[in-house]
């Protein structure tokens, strides 16, 4: 399941996946410092640094599926 979309909030995403920092920083973004996290959804940030939200989706949703407890 893709919990993460292109409208999720930035600092929802680093708040429940800590590591999802790591992602970001791969591609450049330093979201984890910027204080407009709590502002902008993953879109925009990828939109606005010409990074690839696809790109950046998936590996924030394969981030996200790895760490969920298996059923």
């Known amino acids: 399941m893709a919990g993460i979309t292109r409208d999720t909030m930035v600092r929802e995403v680093l708040v429940s996946h800590p590591d999802a920092a790591d992602v970001f920083d791969r591609h450049g973004l330093a979201c984890a410092s910027c204080l407009a996290s709590g502002m902008d959804t993953v879109s925009a ?5 010409d990074v690839s939200v696809e790109v ?7 981030l996200s599926d790895s760490s969920e407890p298996e059923e």
């Open 56 to 62: 950046l989706l998936a590996e924030l949703n394969q």
């Open 45 to 49: 940030v990828a939109t606005m640094h």
